[in-house]
């Protein structure tokens, strides 16, 4: 059964070779992405962020750090200890965001947000404090200035109408003033991605990348000034959100898209985009899983050829299941429970099967994330003109924490993928959080140090041009 099998898992099992093509095609899409006249176009959008310095251990002072990416909302109050070049979460509170809400109109969402941190500020006892607001906001947003942030798309099962191409510290900002029971002070944007580089930075001062691979995926860097052609301004760097999971949004992946990733893209809600992150993250790879163990009973190569009601429920394979599978002491007897607990009928061989299908979609997705990774490293390299370079990224995201063998596939891959670049993996701590609170203090010792130079940013965001 599993040499029958093999033919229908081909097409997800790409080739070091192949992985190199799609790094470089990857590459030609971040130079695309961070052109002048070619942003426009490009699929990799390449989002300047505005943050210029990574934390050299001076930062400190308490602050709020606001987190929405996923199905939870997280208002923090996060303390930055110059002295133990620590960053200490004080508390935090979780608010459920309601799956009907993340469809729902845009002023709900929002004054949903506004009356959490209200309650949250009126229980740390902190209503008339204005403390520096860090807001983790984790979708592709065009960065105007620190503290103004155009969505340009709502990602991972979200669809408020109406927000697209609006400020999301407007939209705050009023939802906090129709209360009127409490105030904001200033307030920085930040991608989950930035936020889990800065969090890392703290602790290592060579940590110039962030990754997220978790329900959604993502990467940022620290570019050279000189490329970011949209910004004005040759000297120094610039942290660029690249926003990788729209890679193969203009077709560039087609060849190595699969009748299934098509069919995840077609039934999702945002169809036609994101479609690298369609293939890699944690919101999609117990689908791709779900529709392969359907085709493999249509074929007869698994449950004698009987798929149960359950199993033709969308998303009902969840992505945890894939990593409860692969567990090498536990795996296949937690497959067999869960196969059980999908009312299929199963054999010894089928366990077998399920198990070889979840690794295949991992592993494909650990082994793509590894070329887009690598070709950032490269870039890095090339870009300061280095023999060898030697970088941290920070990484976070439940797919790279949880899954047992992904982070070393990964490592593995882009170890062969980017011979010339050492990389040190850090797992963040809280990078949506923390991370946050590390930014605002970033920009507030930017500010501190040299008011001029607050100026100075602000006249350059202003700077990014309108096409
Ligand atoms: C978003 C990114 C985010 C990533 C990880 C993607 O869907 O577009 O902004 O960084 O998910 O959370």
Known sequence: ??????????????????????SSRLHKGLVQGLGKHSHHRAAVKMLPTFVRATPDGTEKG??????LGGTNFRVLHVRVLQAEQKVVKMDSQICVVPKDMMTGATQQLFDHIASCLGDFIASQELKGQTLPLGFTFSFPCEQKEIDKSILIRWTKGFNCPGVEGRDVVTLLRDAVRRRGDYDIGSVAM??????????????DQSCEIGMIIGTGTNACYM?????????????????????????GDDGSLRDIQTEFDQMV???????????FEKM??????????????????EEKLLFKGQKSEVLQTPEIFQ???????????????????????????????DVRVVRLVCDTVSSRSARLCAAALATIANKMRLNR????????????????????????????????????????FLVSEDGSGKGAAMVTAVAQRLCVLFPCLHFLIKSYMSDLKNE
């Open 1 to 22: 059964v599993l040499q029958r099998v093999q033919p229908v898992l081909q097409p997800l099992r790409l080739s070091l070779d192949k992985l190199r093509d799609v």
């Open 62 to 67: 308490d602050f709020l750090a606001l987190d």
């Open 190 to 203: 930040v991608n989950d991605t930035v936020g889990t580089m800065m969090s890392c930075g703290y602790k």
């Open 223 to 247: 570019e050279e000034m000189k490329n970011v052609k949209r910004v004005e301004g040759e000297d120094g760097r610039m942290c660029i959100n690249t926003e990788w999971g729209g890679f």
């Open 265 to 275: 893209d077609k039934t999702s809600i945002n169809p036609g985009v994101h479609i």
């Open 280 to 297: 890699i993250s944690g919101m999609y790879l117990g689908e791709i899983v779900r529709l392969l163990l359907l085709r493999l009973s």
């Open 319 to 349: 992505t945890k299941f894939i990593s409860e599978i692969e567990e090498e002491d536990t795996g296949l007897d937690n497959a067999r429970r869960i196969l059980t607990q999908l009312d299929l009928q199963w054999d010894e061989a």
């Open 385 to 424: 003109g280095l023999d060898r370079l030697q970088t941290t990224v920070g990484v976070d995201g439940t797919v790279y924490r949880k899954h047992p063998n992904f982070s070393e596939e990964l490592q593995l891959t882009v170890r062969l993928l980017a011979p010339e670049c050492s990389i040190t």
